[in-house]
């Protein structure tokens, strides 16, 4: 079984759509959480750290769900600029990350 | 600005070359890391440093070697012993339980 499991997509929505993505991890001791957002032949960007209360910044919401080991990303009134790959990122503590492949996402007009 | 600076942006090997990419980073960040990604795939770990002086092999480190002198430099050599060194590379660097800061990465052709 992988490590971080991601839909690699692409997910195709209209500018306004909501869209949400689930990424699933194997390893239970996993303690920290990320969304990365990584363009076309760029390096990845933190998007947002994802705690166990759940976060919001902004249109995203990130959630967390430790006893079925799945982090989401809620993505509402997407935007052109949205269109990236989202990676799910896992770490245990102070420790490498471990990334999973990615879901990208294509917001149209 | 603190940031990380990769150089050099491209960079052509030919076959049966060592080639070194360079890392360096003013973020006062103790660890550092380099991936490669290839089309399609996931960041896959070579090495990492979490203090100067010593480094750790991550999940792919044959063919490549790293040193960590400094606390602000991390430098990755693709030797040619890498069968297929091909791909982008990204150095990172963190600071306790915080995610990365990456820079702009390195692509790696073989000619």
């Known amino acids: 079984r992988k490590e971080v499991e991601q839909d690699p997509g692409p997910f195709n929505v209209p500018e306004g759509a909501t869209v949400a993505f689930n990424c699933t991890y194997s390893n239970s001791a996993s303690q920290s959480f990320f969304w990365y957002r990584q363009d076309c032949r760029k390096e990845p960007k933190l998007l947002m750290s994802?705690?166990?209360s759940g976060n919001e910044d902004g249109r995203f919401t990130a959630q967390l769900n430790r006893a079925s080991q799945y982090i989401s990303l809620l993505i509402r009134d997407s935007k052109l600029s949205d269109s990236a790959t989202y990676l799910c990122v896992v770490s245990q503590g102070y420790s490498t990350l471990t990334f999973g492949k990615g879901t990208m996402l294509l917001v149209s007009p | 600005d603190g940031g990380i600076t990769q150089s050099p942006k491209y960079l052509f090997r030919k076959e049966g070359q060592n080639v070194t990419l360079s890392c360096e980073q003013n973020?006062?960040?103790?660890?550092m890391y380099w991936y490669r990604q290839d089309p399609g795939q996931g960041l896959r770990l070579i090495y990492y440093?979490?203090?100067?002086?010593?480094?750790q092999k991550g999940d792919i480190a044959e063919g490549y070697s790293v040193s960590r002198e400094k606390k602000e430099s991390f430098p990755l050599t693709v030797t040619s012993a890498q069968k297929n060194p091909t791909a982008f590379y990204l150095c990172?660097?963190?600071?306790?339980?915080?995610?990365?800061?990456f820079g702009s990465g390195t692509r790696l052709t073989v000619v």
């Open positions: 994802v705690y166990s």
């Open positions: 440093s979490q203090i100067v002086n010593d480094f």
């Open positions: 990172a660097s963190s600071s306790g339980g915080s995610g990365y800061t």
């Open positions: 973020l006062n960040h103790d660890a």
